[in-house]
């Protein structure tokens, strides 16, 4: 458990705007560090057989202007894919599109600073209900998932499926969650707001057991 807080506690959170072609957009950034050269980190996010990984089951054209579908999860149209150091898609699940953007900086030869930005036009009540949490909880765990892939793990079907209702992974949501309420407060969320933000982020992500 101490080593997946430790994996948490190394994501810088931030939480903005920006303007979209659909409207004004709510963006969430997650920023790290990790201990791999850029080259083995980019192959970790673009190889088909290496994403299933640390993340899903992924299918599809993979290429600039091809469309990716991520099992049981969101699909989208790869908007630029510039190795080693872009990759940019849309993000459509449930009938809605957003974008996500990752850039990689090298670090040195063995280390790689990695940037992510999910940037999306949100219904201003459920931004209230859940705040940056919503979307911030699940690349928590992606993020973790990559770190323990480029030291040579693999998350399997199983750990993957339950994960959610593991006392390792309800802490680990919990914590995240908590996380995200702090950048919440940090980009000018009161503490009202966060905090309710974060208690219904967290009962979604970390239900009560039935």
């Known amino acids: 458990m101490k080593e997946i807080i430790s994996e948490l506690n190394a994501v810088r959170r931030s939480v903005g705007s920006r303007r979209m072609p659909a409207g004004e957009a709510r963006t969430v ?19 088909p ?14 290429r600039e202007g091809g469309r990716f579908q991520l099992e049981g999860n969101a699909g989208g149209e790869i908007l630029q ?17 957003s974008e996500v953007e990752v850039r990689l900086t090298p670090e040195g030869a063995e280390r790689t600073r990695f940037h992510l930005e999910h940037a999306a036009v949100v219904d201003p009540e459920r931004w209230q209900t859940f705040g940056p949490g919503a979307v911030g909880v699940g ?4 993020l973790l ?3 323990l ?36 407060r940090a980009a000018g969320a009161t503490e009202e707001e966060a905090a309710a933000a974060v208690e219904n982020t967290t009962k979604f992500y970390v239900p009560e057991p039935s």
């Open 81 to 97: 894919c510039k190795a080693p150091d872009l990759l940019k898609v849309t993000w459509e699940y449930g009938g809605e599109v």
């Open 145 to 147: 998932g990559l770190a």
């Open 149 to 184: 892939h480029l030291r040579g793990g693999e998350i399997s079907d199983d750990e993957r499926a339950n994960f959610h209702n593991s006392p390792e992974g309800r802490k680990f949501l919990t914590a995240s969650s908590i996380a995200w309420g702090a950048a919440n």
């Open 29 to 47: 950034v997650l920023q790290r560090t990790y201990d791999a050269p850029i080259e083995d980190v980019w192959d970790a996010i673009t190889n």
């Open 49 to 62: 057989e290496r994403i299933p990984r640390w993340f899903m089951p992924v299918s599809g054209d993979l």
């Open 139 to 142: 690349w928590d765990g992606a």
